[in-house]
């Protein structure tokens, strides 16, 4: 048999609004890695038939720029889930102003540079941000969560 000194600690039950949090993040990053998937193969063959090997290689940074700045968002919602709900949202606003920040940075480090076409970067940019974007409104929309828990 276990002493009670040996025994763990009971588990103390998680907060309403972590569940809703948990949900919605999953269903949003679903639906949203489905919108951008789709967005970037049409961004990757469309900007290599327009421009070539230099537009392919845009459009390849624009996905990964792209789609790495959407995971961040519903990521950092599922790591500060356990937080109280105005932690959540400092967490949402904190990677919202980071990716601002590293797409800045960015920007400023390739600015007139010719590795690849900066066209098709852009537009395959706004392209995944816009899909991943809707995906995650439809994602919010049918996970069917209480957005307010009371």
Known sequence: MTSPENDPPPATPDAPHVKTVLTLASSMQRFALIAGGAAAVIALVLCF????TSGLVGSV????IGL???FVGTGVMKATARATPGGVMIGAMASFAGKF??????LLVFRGTELFDNRTFAFTLLGITVAWIGGEIVGFIRAKAPAVDV
Request: aromatic share 6%; charged share 5%.
């Open 49 to 52: 038939v327009l421009r070539g």
């Open 68 to 70: 790495g700045i959407g």
């Open 101 to 106: 920040v590293v797409l800045l940075v960015f």
């Open 61 to 64: 940074i624009g996905v990964v």
